[in-house]
């Protein structure tokens, strides 16, 4: 059974560099980004000394008497965005949702194994979901505005805290901001969320998650259910976050991952095969089963 996952010594920051395979050649790494990716360059904002945000080791999860993940083991780096990748049910929202221990609203649900988050375990038993949810936010495929208000959708977990009127509005404003979406929203903030156009209630969403002030965001497929010109807002918004948040990004567009992220995790039946600089695994995968995936022979 194949549970060794290629953990890219590259991005430690005291990294091995064994048979020369992690140099980075920037030149050639250009020229594929020109010719694959057009105008994006998800090595602009690669930074291969980020220390890790969250380290997962030997994690396995259990859906009843069904293992779902086995021994996955990944770094998050520190404001790096890291895509998940791989075939429909293969535990990526799965393993997005333990990092904020979303699974345990899934009854009958069991993990093991480590995510050293600061000086915490994620997955302790004794952890406060609460705090932690806070600092690990998420935004989902489709967007879930409450029936409220868009300043009351930013401002809920604000309210929750028991923040002051003045400290709430300051935060929506700010929020509203960083997710791109003031300027069309800043004359209407008293309708209702459910009025906005997809795109617009996917980055209230954001807006919501931002409000919070999480250190990492955690994002399920967030443009799946949008058309090309909302995607393509998204896509620049979590670059531009990139720069403040720790972002994982679960896509089935492999474009997506290309233009967004910087380091990629390829998952096949629960178990991470290989994990990369996002340009290394889709230009040169180590592993049999990603090339086959990157390269459209299955999944
Ligand atoms: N609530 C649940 N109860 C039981 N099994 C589940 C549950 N959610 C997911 N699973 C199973 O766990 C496995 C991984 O599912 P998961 O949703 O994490 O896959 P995924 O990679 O996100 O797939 P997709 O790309 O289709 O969203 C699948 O076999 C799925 O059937
Ligand atoms: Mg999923």
């Not at 770094?75 to 393993?95: D, H, N, R, W």
């Not at 709430?168 to 903030?189: C, F, G, M, Q, Y």
């Not at 403040?244 to 990004?249: C, R």
Request: charged letters at 25%; hydrophobic letters at 35%; a negative charge.
């Amino acid at each position: 059974m194949e549970t060794s996952v290629n953990r890219p010594s590259q991005a430690t920051p005291q990294g091995s560099n064994e048979g020369g395979q992690n140099v980075l050649d920037t030149t050639a790494i250009s020229e594929t980004v020109n010719k694959v990716m057009g105008h994006f360059d998800p090595t602009k904002h690669l930074n291969l000394a980020a220390s890790k945000k969250i380290d997962v080791e030997h994690l396995d999860f259990w859906y009843g008497s069904k293992q779902a993940l086995y021994d996955v083991g990944i770094p998050l780096l520190e404001k790096q965005v890291t895509a998940l990748i791989g075939p429909s049910g293969c535990g990526k929202s799965t393993f997005l949702r333990t990092l904020n221990r979303m699974n345990d609203l899934i009854p009958h649900t069991r993990t093991e194994g480590e995510a050293r988050f600061g000086d915490i375990n994620v997955y302790d038993g004794s952890t406060d979901v609460v705090a932690l949810r806070q600092r690990i936010g998420m935004v989902f495929q489709r967007p879930n505005p409450f029936p409220k208000s868009i300043f009351e959708n930013v401002a809920y977990g604000l309210r929750v805290q028991g923040k002051s009127n003045k400290v709430i509005k300051e935060t929506v404003e700010e929020s509203l901001h960083s997710a791109a979406l003031w300027d069309e929203v800043k004359d209407r903030l008293n309708a209702s969320a459910l009025g906005l156009s997809g795109g617009q209630q996917q980055r209230l969403c954001i807006a919501r998650a931002l409000a919070v002030h999480p250190e990492v965001l955690l994002m399920d497929e967030p443009a799946s259910a949008l058309d090309p010109i909302a995607t393509l807002k998204i896509e620049e918004l979590i670059t531009e976050l990139a720069k403040d948040y720790t972002i994982v990004i679960v896509t089935h567009n492999m474009q997506q991952a290309a233009r967004v992220s910087q380091f990629t995790g390829f998952f096949l039946s629960g178990k991470l095969i290989e994990y990369a600089t996002t340009v290394e695994l889709f230009e040169h995968p180590k592993r049999k089963e990603t090339e086959d995936y990157v390269s459209g022979r299955f999944g």
